[in-house]
């Protein structure tokens, strides 16, 4: 990865879409080169996906809810993240230090369906504990940090 790289995930974070002849004119690179070094972060694994952000508001999801979890155990850690895996509405979980084990984030229609859900997980085996938060309003949602330059 040089600064070269850096700008061309600068670009394609701003809009995965757009053709490698905008991000040449961007970053003065010629496409062929933008593009080699597109396919070059992609097999290395730098570029993992490309994926859309939809308002969840019009798709109905007007709920979102972030949950922490306690195990009793860690020996429940693989049956907790397999259920976890299963569920559509819990769109993401990270595995913590502190006073939790886990932090889920839950999109959801209605109260109905999060406390269908909030019952599911508080019933699966292991689970000690859990604190829900609702979300009144999203601030920012970064998805990837990218460095100004090369370090």
Same mark, same amino acid.
């Given at each position: ?29 010629? !496409?062929?080169? !933008? #593009? ?15 994926? $859309?952000? $939809?308002? &969840?508001? &019009?798709? /109905?999801? /007007?709920? +979102?809810? #972030?949950?922490? %979890? ?9 049956? @907790? ?9 819990? !769109? ?5 230090? /502190? ?7 839950? #999109? +959801? ?16 085996? /292991? $689970?000690?504990? +859990?604190? +829900?938060? @609702? %979300? ?8 990837? $940090? #990218? ?5």
């Amino acid at each position: 990865m040089d600064a070269v790289d850096y700008k061309i995930l600068r670009c394609l974070k701003e809009n995965a879409r757009q053709k490698a002849s905008a991000i040449s004119d961007a970053i003065g690179l010629s !496409v062929s080169a !933008v #593009i080699e070094r597109i396919r070059k972060m992609e097999a290395s694994g730098i570029i993992q996906n490309y994926t $859309v952000l $939809v308002d &969840q508001k &019009q798709l /109905g999801n /007007g709920m +979102t809810a #972030i949950m922490e %979890v306690s195990l009793e155990h860690p020996r429940y850690y693989d049956s @907790f993240a397999a259920m976890i895996q299963e569920n559509k509405n819990i !769109v993401s979980c990270y595995y913590l230090t /502190g006073d939790y084990d886990f932090i889920l984030k839950i #999109i +959801t229609d209605s109260s109905d369906s999060l406390e269908l859900i909030h019952r599911q997980i508080k019933s699966t085996e /292991g $689970v000690s504990a +859990t604190k +829900t938060h @609702f %979300v009144l309003k999203n601030v920012k949602a970064d998805l990837s $940090v #990218i460095p100004d330059e090369a370090e």
